[in-house]
């Protein structure tokens, strides 16, 4: 199945704003946007490899393409990022930028902790809040949140990650039912394990992994048509199966899954 690129461009160009772009997932997201024709915001802290990003599909997909370096784990950053977009008519958000840790909980550091809180959870409230508004009173407009297969239950050896997933899970789940009656879309992603930048910062071994790519496409596939897309086989696999057993049941089989993919020195 292929999306309408005309309808695409309609309902969420000209415009589109993708934050974590620099890498992995949203990256291959941004590239997805722009071949559907839309212009393109790219948000990350690296602004090298934005710029870098940026040039390669001007080149490529012929659309244009602004770069904004930013740490959106500190408090304002929104509000410094919102400034400099406003002027951009834009009808697409898709908050990408995240990361994760592993092992035990009570021995990580604190800080670190706290600053995957404010990227994956405090900065995408601010920023989907924003967006919401201007969608609605645009009366179109899509918003895609990245949430996670661990963001169905708990996760031992990744207890904090996994809850930052279940909060957005929980949070896309809310409002796509309040921002419907808008003509606003609201997506949320939830993939298994995926070959990025992810598996280094988390100290996590990626098996089983889906594509950058593969994420992205089926992403952007979902996007108006479901409330949640689980992309790559393992997420939907391990969905199904684990859907009928008992909470705590599925908190046990993450556990065992968890403790295969943790470094044994990050424990
Ligand atoms: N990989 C997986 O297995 C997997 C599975 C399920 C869900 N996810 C979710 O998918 C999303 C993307 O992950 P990925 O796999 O693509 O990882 P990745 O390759 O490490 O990319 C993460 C992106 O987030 C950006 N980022 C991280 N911290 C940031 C900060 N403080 N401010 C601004 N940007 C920041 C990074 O850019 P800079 O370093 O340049 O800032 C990078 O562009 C995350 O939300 C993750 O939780 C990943």
Known sequence: ?????????????????????????????????????????????????????????????????????????????????????????????????????SGYFFK?????????????CRSVVEQTYYFANKFISQKRGGIILMGSLVGFQGVPFASNYSATKSFIQNFAEGIYFELKPFGVDVLCSAPGPVLSGFGARAKMKMGNSSSPEEVAKETILALGEKLTVRPGFLSKFLGWSLIILPRLLRILIMRMIMNNMIQLNSK
């Open 108 to 120: 990580a550091n604190i800080n670190d902790e706290l600053n995957m809180i404010d990227v994956n």
């Open 1 to 101: 199945m292929n999306v309408n690129k005309l309808a695409f461009q309609k309902k969420y160009g000209p415009w589109a704003i993708v934050t974590g772009a620099s890498d992995g997932i949203g990256r291959a997201m941004a590239i997805e946007i722009a071949n559907l024709g839309l212009n393109l915001i790219i948000v990350a802290r690296n602004h090298e490899r934005l710029e870098a990003l940026g040039n390669e599909i001007q080149k490529e997909y012929k659309v244009t393409v602004k770069a904004i370096a930013i740490d959106l784990s500190i408090i304002n950053s929104v509000k410094n990022l919102n400034s400099q977009i406003e002027e951009y008519e834009i009808g697409l958000f898709a908050a990408i930028a995240g990361f994760g840790t």
